[in-house]
């Protein structure tokens, strides 16, 4: 594409969600509710594990990172999305968007890699309860968060750069309330090739693999749970995996939905 066909896009428009305008203040209402309830019951969960020391083990640890990823997964979008429901302004200049897209990719890939670090504990608990102080010991569970972080910001940064070298063309305008990553690929008018490798590769690493190493250590896990000779034994061996294994589905359920499954026929429009 010739240079006179390419503009510098100083700013991206964000259609936001197809809500009718006389609609915007109860999902704006309904929005703001749910962000204070994720933020303050996050934040709630972080005090009261720094409070208790009965709770300074490795899978509260574990949590007290994941709280902190949720509020700042949700911090990343949730409140520009509502200032333009409010405001009705959906522009979002350039640098602010690729560091919205920067934020978002970093904490998805950080929730990946903390809810497999939990899987892992969860599996050591259970399947070696003797060796459990020694395998999760306080050294080895930092070196899991830490690890999970940095390979997250190397993730995220890895696209980010790839993506501050792409030129885009007149059409500015992103079909998502957040400035999403294969929609912003899409309005590029360079080759994206390489874009899309790091995605293929990253989603490989931050994505697929963690998920397919918590399905291993579930099997495990269920497998010595349906060895365990007492009723009582399985239900507490359940209970220490059911709230983890809620927040492994509703994390890849909601990627599957976003990512995987076809897109709706029905074009997005404003009225």
């Not at 969600?17 to 509710?33: H, M, N």
């Not at 509502?82 to 979002?92: D, E, G, K, S, V």
């Not at 390979?151 to 400035?179: E, G």
């Amino acid at each position: 594409m010739s240079p006179e066909n390419q503009s510098s896009v100083s700013e991206f428009l964000l259609l936001g969600l197809p809500i009718r305008p006389e609609q915007q203040a109860v999902f704006f209402t309904l929005f703001l509710g749910m962000y204070l309830t994720t933020v303050l019951g996050n934040l709630l969960i972080i005090l009261l594990i720094r409070l208790d020391s009965h709770l300074h083990i490795p899978v509260y640890f574990f949590l007290s990172h994941l709280a902190l990823t949720d509020v700042s997964f949700s911090s990343v979008t949730v409140p520009k999305m509502m200032m333009n429901m409010q405001t009705q302004h959906l522009a979002i200049f350039y640098k602010g968007c690729i560091s919205q897209t920067y934020f978002f990719t970093f904490f998805a890939d950080l929730d990946s890699f903390l809810i497999t670090s939990m899987a892992y504990d969860r599996y050591v608990a259970i399947c070696h309860p003797l060796h459990y102080a020694t395998i999760m010991g306080q050294n080895q569970c930092v070196m899991l968060v830490a690890g999970s972080w940095v390979i997250a910001c190397a993730c995220a940064l890895l696209h980010t750069l790839l993506l501050a070298w792409l030129s885009f063309c007149a059409d500015h305008i992103i079909p998502h309330f957040f400035c999403d990553l294969g929609a912003l690929l899409k309005l590029s008018c360079s080759d994206t090739s390489l874009n899309q490798l790091a995605i293929s590769t990253a989603g490989l690493t931050a994505i697929m693999l963690p998920f397919l190493c918590i399905l291993v250590s579930y099997g495990h896990t269920g497998v010595t749970i349906l060895q365990i000779p007492s009723t009582n034994g399985i239900c507490k061996a359940l209970s220490t995996c059911g709230s983890h294994l809620s927040a492994v589905t509703l994390y890849y359920g909601t990627i599957i939905g976003l990512y995987f499954l076809p897109p709706s026929a029905t074009p997005m429009t404003r009225t």
